[in-house]
């Protein structure tokens, strides 16, 4: 790919007319020349600036050219780089390529922000601060303990939905302003993918702008996915769209799905005074976490709780409200698929999982078929055609390729974009990425689970170990009053490398970072156990957890390469 | 027909007394009852928590005539005004409760003839059965199948049943509850034989060892709630301490007979809450109790009593901080044993004292009744009362007590023994506060008011001196109240 940048840059201040015959032939050699590519990384980084100059210069120029084009790539472009979807994948891109020096244009046909920041992470953040001083408020128990008198803790829902909508509109300005002042193009419109390095945008009823840019990125996020059968009417049969808006806090909600979403709705919900009803096809509830922590979370976060759950069984038809009818729910077994069982609650929250969002991109366009919704891309979110062949000057960030679907992620998947098209090969290490769900307390991860790690030491033949603390042993845990919890450390106890971390306490969103960013670094459990620590805090409990764990004597050589980020 | 219910503390889950399980009767069949041609309306459960209803207007008159779906009349529960409708085509032959009159649930209110010429036949039944129960067959009728025609085939197939028996009595009475309450039925339940609970509901049914089915929710769509649960429970409670012999004023009051006339010879399974009653009770026989019993003098309470009664001080207040005073100085009768191997000298002193309710008995608990002073005790004393008769009190308003009074003197009861209550130390039976004639020590003979108490104790814990220095420290106080006040 770095190969194919340069060359192309060189074509444009030439503006030879075949381009695209060159660029087709040039970028078969360039996967033949991939191996050798890194060498001419200085060499084609220096070749770049040039090209961006001359880019500026014919800017101008180009707006009536690409009208009149209607396929191949143009000669120069409008921008260096255009963003379509300004969630916080977009965002995090579209910062990074104006400070890299990149032209850039992001196209939002819907509200700049995206899911994370109008219907998804900051405004469930606003209802969970709310969810969590209520439960610690009616925790009578707790509060004599602490030797507190609260009255009866009450709330007023509008209130609380008021505190979350105003806290999406803030981020969302914000995040507005954030791009302005730096001086990224904020187009507005559904955007389209027409050809290679050409997009087009417009709302509907409005004549559509064509816009040209040397690299795209799409980075159009995701939406609720919604299994056949459910019918969703917005008001008793709900997606977290609706949910976030809180208009109605129902006496009894069944959640559908007991991953992040389904688990922080519960915390909410409940805590408001809600009963609910997980319905999980897994047999397990909450999958996706360690096995582990999931056992104590559930014993924290739902036996104690008004929740009561089924697992194994699909909700196979979902019925709103009506006619005085509540929503009646049908269970089928997921293995035998013989109905089991039917529910009639007040309200039901589909929570069941994300789909992308790639209808009416225009991939059909550029010969690209997506897997299930999802944009296929390669490791460094280079997107994939039909043919398995890589598309020049297209990536896909986020929820859109389904790589891992989290706002932070898809910044980082954005960034490591940049970097490339700038000149710095990049490849983002997943497994360094951590993971939170933000109930009462917190869950955080990152790396593998216990299970994965077993798999992977299994067929690559070492040996993994695992070391716990309890949350019950650390100082400033004890002086909350929040001693539940336990920090799980994943290591090869040969190298001393960190395979994954995994939190359940208090802030354990925030206590993660200290092992994401060993992980991300390549730090070795024998080095980062001789960081200090401030006493007391929280942080301790990964302080003990470093400290616990046993690391061979032998070892002595560093784990190879620290992953790149 | 208040016969059929016995009095029960829940009324809405009278229907389950003697109905197979099965049949939680889910059809919208309103008041229907076979008597040849001629059907009763009952007084129809509005709510989980009503007992009786109001009469608030007939908006048909007497041999008017009524077709299905009529609203028949006006009833005033607990809760709000429902208009009760007639399942029926038919002549609303007798009125039989009038307005502004109140009856107990699953009363008659009405009689509903077939046609013109019955209405004679109804009128004359009510005279003949004058006004008590126009029972009509006191067998429990076996023979009615639980999934006779009855049930499964509507309210259609029941006019064509000529011998009305108990059971559909009770399908009949159940279903105007059900249908006056949500309009429509539980679309899931399958005629009643799954059970629709709410998580938290049934979280707490599988705490406290409830069985919920044959629960009748209050929720939406009959759904049982946590609400349901905590009053099956209340009154499984109640029905416990009043079953332990603490105080049985409700059976005082209302004594069996007269209007609660007992299908004689017929053999009743146990309720939800007299299976309850019936586990504690024998779980109270695990427990080695012994009884102390001792003479107070109350003169001197009974005359502070007088002091400040007018601010708003009750006697049982003042008996609760008399007895909370005394644990003070002996905290092992405070204490309880669960286990047999250890016990738990409780932190609070919270006093439950024996309330009769009607239908049935609750402890309202009177927490850190040593700390707070007289008139604050006094004060929600009165509120626990309140909430007790509303049945609104919440599990740790009536489960929390660490020692328990019950007080008969008030029934002119002079001595009696209590059941220890399971999970409690301590139960003190206070008999009525008689002038006695008594000899003191200097030869002199007077009148004084004195009063029996007697404490049963779990004598794992609580040893016979234990129990006697109690007593006299409790004598002292009640002799000499000054403390009382303070």
Redesign the interface.
Known sequence: MQASVSSLSISHPNSTFPSNIRLCGLRQEALRIHSVSQLNKRESRRIRIVSRKSCLQKRLVSVSASASENCGPPKSFDYDLVIIGAGVGGHGAALHAVEKGLKTAIVEGDVVGGTCVNRGCVPSKALLAVSGRMRELQNEHHMKALGLQVAAAGYDRQAVADHANNLASKIRNNLTNSMRSLGVDILTGFGTILGPQKVKYGKVGFPNNVITAKDIIIATGSVPFVPRGIEVDGKTVITSDHALKLEVVP??IAIVGSGYIGLEFSDVYTALGS???FIEALDLLMPGFDPEIGKLAQRVLIKPR???YHTGVFATKITPAKD???V?IELTDAKTKEPKD???V?AALIATGRAPFTKGLGLENINVETQRGFVPVDERMRVLDANGNLVPHLYCIGDANGKMMLAHAASAQGISVVEQVTGRDHVLNHLSIPAACFTHPEISMVGLTEPQAKEKAEKEGFEISIAKTSFKANTKALAENEGEGLAKLIYRPDSGEILGVHIFGMHAADLIHEASNAIALGTRVQDIKFAVHAHPTLSEVLDELFKSAKINASVTEPVGEPVAV | MSHLLQTTFVPATSPSLRRPLTRTTHYPTRALHIQSKIREIFMPALSSTMTEGKIVSWIKSEGEKLSKGDSVVVVESDKADMDVESFYDGYLAAIMVDEGLSAPVGAPIALLAESEEEIAAALAQISSSSSAAPAPDPAPAPATAPDSSTSNDGPGAITGVSSASVSENFSSRSSVANGAMGSSVHPASEGGKRVVASPYAKKLAKEFGLDLRGLVGSGPNGRVVAKDVEAAVAAAAAAKVSASGAALASEITKPSGGGTAVDLGSVVPFTTMQNAVSRNMVESLSVPTFRVGYTITTDALDALYKKIKSKGVTMTAMLAKATALALVKHPIVNSSCRDGKSFTHNSNINIAVAVAIDGGLITPVLQDADKIDIYSLSRKWKELVDKARAKQLQPHEYNTGTFTLSNLGMFGVDRFDAILPPGTGAIMAVGASQPTLVGTKDGRIGLKNQMQVNVTADHRVIYGADLAAFLQTLAKIIEDPKDLTL
Do not use: A, N, R, S
């Open positions: 006496d009894w009963e609910v009803t008004k929740i009561d005085g009818k509540p009646i039917t529910l009639e007040d």
